[in-house]
Nanobody, 115 residues
């Protein structure tokens, strides 16, 4: 079993920045991919950014050029640097680890972009 603990959410003004972190612990053997998803009220959960074990990265179009995903393999941690935040980025952000043994989700962290 893998536990994911997220941190870094909060309230920020439009144009501001936040950095989300997600640290994994437990039965970690071979991580295939790590990612960040978000879910806004009344909307489906969507993939925001994903990085594979091979280093391939993809982003949803709406965050390209503003968000950066990165990882620290030694500490089983994935980050999401979010710049130039917009009100439409407001959502609960979830991290996600994919291993051969299954998929794990964090508990979610709220990001609110508002003046």
């Amino acid at each position: 079993q893998v536990q994911l603990v997220e941190s870094g959410g909060g309230l920020v003004q439009p144009g501001g920045s936040l950095r989300l972190s997600c640290a994994a612990s437990g039965r970690i053997f071979s991580i295939h991919a790590m990612g960040w998803y978000r879910q806004a009220p009344g909307k489906q959960r969507e993939l925001v950014a994903r990085i594979t074990s091979g280093g391939s990265i993809n982003y949803v179009d709406s965050v390209k050029g503003r968000f950066t995903i990165s990882r620290d393999n030694a500490n089983n941690t994935v980050y999401l640097q979010m710049n130039s935040l917009k009100p439409e980025d407001t959502a609960v952000y979830y991290c996600n680890f994919v291993q051969m043994s299954g998929v794990s989700w964090g508990q979610g962290t709220q990001v609110t972009v508002s003046s």
